[in-house]
């Protein structure tokens, strides 16, 4: 009764290194040809591209930037940006904190920008296999106001006391343009608030496969930005190591990322 699958990557898909274990990529194989298997993530399409390639489904779709962006063999099917106005206002008070800066990560489509290789950047780079384009927030900012663009997802990164004031601001200003994930203390995601991944699942589900449904998706996941999706399709799957919130909404529990969770829950569900 399940007619295609989207996963999360990031402590979900990947094993212990970071990495697709060949348990994985031999149940997608096994499926792929009759069952779609499309990655959903936080990541820009660039840092998905090798894993498309590792489990032979290039030729499908990918969602990208928790719903924002949605590609099929490098074409555009659906782009939500943040506000360059934002952004802007982001960037200038990050400016005026002077030593207290924190890390900012601007992503549009396949261009990645940072102020520098510091930490953050390194720690991003390493576990993306990814590396950014070293550019000033603030240029990147003139450079989007000319070319009338705006971000398909904001990173900050720092000190947790620096994170939680960014976030206070951000969510006393534009709670209601931003979805704001903290998937760790020192982390936020920033997404427009029109998007999420159970809206990129539905975007492509009408453009790309009209004829299924919701009751017929499989979806893995672990985090906050998964909750959504795993509650609302018709099987949606937790692994072990889930938050509490995804797991309580889920209609199973699998084995840890680190344990092929995703690999032997297909193993058991397309027999």
Same mark, same amino acid.
């Given at each position: ?23 994985? !990529? ?9 069952? /779609?298997?499309?990655? *959903?993530?936080? +990541?820009?399409?660039?840092? $998905? ?26 074409? %555009? ?6 506000? !360059? ?44 296999? !990814?590396?950014?384009?070293? #550019?000033?927030?603030?240029? %990147? ?18 000190? #947790? ?20 994930? +903290? ?5 936020? @995601? !920033?997404?427009? #608030? @029109?998007?999420?991944?159970?809206? &990129? ?8 496969? /009209? ?5 017929? %998706? ?10 959504? $999706?795993?509650?609302?399709? &018709?099987? &949606? %799957?937790? *692994?072990?190591?889930? +938050?509490?919130?995804?797991?309580? *909404? ?8 680190? @344990?092929? &969770? ?10």
């Amino acid at each position: 009764m399940y007619k295609i699958i989207f996963t999360d990557i990031d402590g979900t898909l990947l094993g212990p290194d970071r990495v697709l274990t060949q348990a994985t !990529i031999d149940q997608v194989t096994r499926i792929k040809e009759t069952i /779609p298997f499309i990655l *959903v993530s936080s +990541r820009m399409p660039k840092q $998905m591209y090798h894993l498309q390639q590792d489990l032979g489904i290039l030729n499908t779709p990918l969602i990208a930037f928790n719903g924002a962006y949605i590609e099929k063999e490098s074409k %555009v099917i659906h782009s939500s940006e943040i506000p !360059i106005s934002i952004i802007k206002n982001l960037v200038l008070l990050n400016e005026k904190a002077g030593e207290n800066k924190i890390h900012i990560s601007l992503f549009n489509a396949n261009n990645w920008y940072v102020d520098s290789m510091d930490y953050w950047a390194k720690r991003e780079e390493t576990n993306t296999k !990814i590396s950014p384009e070293i #550019k000033p927030n603030s240029e %990147v900012v003139t450079l989007w106001e000319k070319e009338n663009k705006g971000a398909h997802k904001i990173m900050c990164m720092g000190d #947790k006391l620096l994170i939680d004031k960014i976030y206070k601001f951000l969510e006393e200003n534009y709670k209601d343009a931003l979805h704001l994930y +903290r998937s760790k203390d020192t982390y936020i @995601e !920033i997404a427009s #608030k @029109e998007i999420s991944k159970l809206t &990129g699942i539905k975007t492509l589900l009408n453009c790309c496969y /009209p004829t299924y449904n919701l009751e017929e %998706v499989v979806a893995f996941g672990d985090n906050y930005n998964d909750e959504e $999706m795993i509650g609302a399709v &018709g099987h &949606g %799957v937790a *692994v072990d190591n889930a +938050r509490d919130e995804v797991k309580a *909404v889920a209609k199973a529990i699998t084995q840890h990322h680190k @344990e092929d &969770g995703v690999a032997n829950y297909l193993k058991i569900l397309f027999k």
